[in-house]
């Protein structure tokens, strides 16, 4: 089990940039992977990126190039580094963790991202 907590989310003009952290109760070293969700309202929850254990990386279309997913294993942190921000971003970003042993994934609280001018 694992207890997640984001944050980092705020109010941003089109083109800025935010970074956000999910910060987790315990070790996440041998957490097979860590994700970055979104959902908008009146959309469905999608997953933005998502990073394994070993470092492996993957993103959604509409965010290559712009969004760019990290852990730091010694501070039990998962970031999302989010740049040349649109308003289509606007969404509550969830921090997901996930392992192959676990029966269920874990979900952190939210952040609020806004895009607008």
């Known amino acids: 089990q694992v207890q997640l907590v984001e944050s980092g989310g705020g109010l941003v003009q089109p083109g800025g940039s935010l970074r956000l952290s999910c910060a987790a109760s315990?070790?996440?070293?041998?957490?097979?992977?860590m994700a970055w969700y979104r959902q908008a309202p009146g959309k469905q929850r999608e997953l933005v990126a998502v990073?394994?254990?070993?470092?492996?990386?993957h993103y959604e279309d509409s965010v290559k190039g712009r969004f760019t997913i990290s852990r730091d294993n010694a501070k039990n942190t998962v970031y999302l580094q989010m740049n040349s921000l649109q308003p289509e971003d606007t969404a509550v970003y969830y921090c997901?963790?996930?392992?192959?042993?676990?029966?269920?994934?874990?979900w952190g609280q939210g952040t609020q991202v806004t895009v607008s001018s």
């Open positions: 990073i394994s254990s070993g470092g492996s990386t």
């Open positions: 997901n963790a996930a392992d192959k042993t676990w029966p269920l994934s874990y």
């Open positions: 315990r070790s996440i070293f041998s957490i097979n992977t």
